[in-house]
Every structure is written in structure tokens, then in C-alpha cells.
């Protein structure tokens, strides 16, 4: 029964915790199209594709990883977090300019690389957001992860309605999102550290990503074809209704 319980409490808290964070970036992506009209809307969403991909290189599977040695072993937490949040800084330091560079391959506008210049730090507050989940994940205790990932897109909410409704700019959108979404992981971050006291051992940093090397590899490889998926769908919406 208690196990039972348990399952039955998380993933109440998952779903809950889900439609909140859907309805939450929905309206955020709602405001943002009627206050700062199309051509601001197409920079963004160009912006995020490639910020979501930074998001999985920058992970490497570490999350995937994570959960599999904490379920297996619960004390194993401690040094993989420490490990893995220094090697995500690690990475992302390394993914964010050769983002910027893919923005040139690809011939996009001046406005989506001075745009990704502030909102592509986004992708860490992202990833460290994923690597903390991945503990209670482990832990099961899927509640800390739904008040947490549902409280991101509520609080970036608040900061565009405060921020970009009255001053409509790129930069004011860019600074809602990775400002809101720093607030929730600072404080995430802040009680998780408190409860794990994770060790950093840097003779462990470097082979850390590379035992998840292959969860990391798959998640790039299935993002890249949900972007081409949708990119070709929004190009031929007939598609759409024939893929349905």
C-alpha cells in the first residue's frame, strides 16, 4: 500500500505539476505574439530551437545518468551532482559559442544573435534546472520537482507581463526568461544543496559526462529530428492533418 501511495502522489504531482507549467508557457508564448507582433515572435522561437538544442549538449545525459546510479544507489547522488553541475557549467561555457556560430551557418538575422547573446543563458538555467529534478527523480519525490517546474514558466510569466507588456523589446524578453527562471533555480538550487551536501571532486569531472555519453548522443539526435519534423510541417500544413 505504501508504495502504492507513493506512486499514485507522484505522479499526481507530475500531472498537475505539468498542465500548470503548459498553461503557464502557452500564455507566456500568447503574450509575447500579441504584444510584440510577429517578426519578434519568429526571432524567439528561432532563439529557442536552438537554445533547447544547447540544453541537451550541455547535458550530455548527466540526468539520465543520474537517476539510473541513485535509484541503484542513493549515496552515488552526492558525487555525481557535484561532478555533473561543474561539468555542465563546463559545458555550456563551451556549447555557447559555437551556438553563436551555428546562427552565422545557418544564415540567420543580426536580430536572433543579438537576441540568443542574453537569452542563450537561458539553456544553463534549463539544464541546471534538469540535473536538480534528476535528484528527486532518484529520491522519489516527484512534488519538489512539480512545484519547481511548474513554478519556471509562472514566475517568467509574471516577469514579461511586468517587464515586456509595458516595454516590448527583445532584450526586456530575454531578461524575463533567464532572469525568472535564475529566481525558481537559485532557490531550487539553494534547498537541494542544503539537503544533498554534494561533494566536487574534480578527478571526477571530466569522466562524468562521458559515462552518459550515450544518453546525451540519443537526446540530441531525437531533438534534431523533432526540430526538421516541425520545421517541414510548418512549411506544408497539410502534413500536419495527414501525420495526425
Not at 538544442?53 to 540526468?63: E, K, T
Not at 539510473?68 to 549515496?75: E, I, V
Not at 542574453?118 to 522519489?140: E, K, T
Not at 519538489?144 to 523589446?169: D, G, K
Amino acid at each position: 500500500p505504501g508504495t502504492l501511495r507513493r506512486i499514485m502522489t507522484n505522479a499526481g504531482a507530475l500531472a498537475v505539476g505539468g498542465i500548470i507549467a503548459q498553461l503557464a508557457f502557452v500564455s507566456v508564448e500568447a503574450l509575447i505574439a500579441r504584444r510584440m507582433g510577429v517578426s519578434a515572435y519568429a526571432t524567439y522561437s528561432s532563439a529557442y530551437a536552438f537554445m533547447m538544442l544547447m540544453v541537451h549538449a550541455i547535458d550530455m545525459g548527466m540526468q539520465w545518468q543520474l537517476i539510473q546510479d541513485g535509484s541503484r544507489d542513493p549515496k552515488s547522488v552526492r558525487g555525481n551532482l557535484g561532478a555533473m553541475m561543474v561539468a555542465k557549467v563546463g559545458l555550456f561555457i563551451l556549447a555557447y559559442p559555437i551556438t553563436l556560430v551555428l546562427f552565422r551557418v545557418f544564415n540567420l538575422g543580426t536580430d536572433e544573435i543579438s537576441f540568443f547573446q542574453l537569452f542563450g543563458l537561458f539553456a544553463l538555467v534549463l539544464g541546471i534546472g534538469d540535473l536538480l529534478s534528476g535528484v528527486y527523480i532518484a529520491r522519489q519525490r516527484m512534488e519538489f520537482n512539480a512545484l519547481f517546474q511548474a513554478a519556471v514558466p509562472i514566475v517568467i510569466f509574471v516577469c514579461v507581463w511586468l517587464f515586456v507588456v509595458p516595454a516590448p523589446t527583445l532584450t526586456h524578453l530575454a531578461l524575463a526568461f533567464v532572469g525568472g527562471g535564475l529566481v525558481v533555480n537559485l532557490i531550487w538550487g539553494w534547498l537541494t544543496w542544503a539537503r544533498e551536501r554534494p561533494t566536487i571532486k574534480l578527478a571526477h569531472v571530466v569522466p562524468t559526462p562521458a559515462k552518459s555519453l550515450h544518453y546525451g548522443i540519443t537526446d540530441i539526435l531525437f531533438n534534431v529530428y523533432v526540430r526538421i519534423v516541425e520545421r517541414r510541417l510548418e512549411k506544408d500544413p497539410a502534413r500536419r492533418f495527414q501525420s495526425a
